[in-house]
């Protein structure tokens, strides 16, 4: 059974940093991509980032340079780095994975198509 699971959410003022983190389990990791999407109250989910099978990294341009997803395949772990936050990030973060996404071209995948989720864990960023 594959399940993904988020921790990591918490309040912060504007310029901090918070480290989200996704437990996976139930697929071989390093086979599958993973990406962090957001919803923002009254808006739809919005990729973040994606890290591909192969390592490839793929970055919302409005977190480009703020944002650092990586992967820890001993612990079965996704995390998302942000630095420099903004009201305008918060949102629900969730994570998602899928054995086999299409290929965008170098630019992030939809949110459907990718059909395992967490329940996401909520950011919220103060001016």
Not at 60 to 81: E, M, P, Y
Not at 113 to 121: I, L, N, R, V
């Amino acid at each position: 059974q594959v399940t993904v699971v988020e921790s990591g959410g918490g309040s912060v003022q504007a310029g901090g940093s918070l480290t989200l983190s996704c437990a996976a389990s139930g697929f071989t990791f390093d086979d599958w991509p993973m990406a962090w999407f957001r919803q923002a109250p009254g808006k739809g989910r919005e990729g973040v980032a994606q890290i591909d099978d192969d390592g490839t990294t793929v970055y919302a341009d409005s977190v480009k340079g703020r944002f650092t997803i990586s992967k820890d395949s001993a612990k079965n772990t996704l995390f998302l780095q942000m630095n420099s936050l903004r009201p305008e990030d918060t949102a629900m973060y969730y994570c998602a994975a899928e054995r086999f996404i299409r290929y965008y071209g170098g630019r992030l995948a939809q949110a459907t198509d990718f059909g395992y989720w967490g329940q996401g864990t909520g950011v919220t960023v103060s001016s």
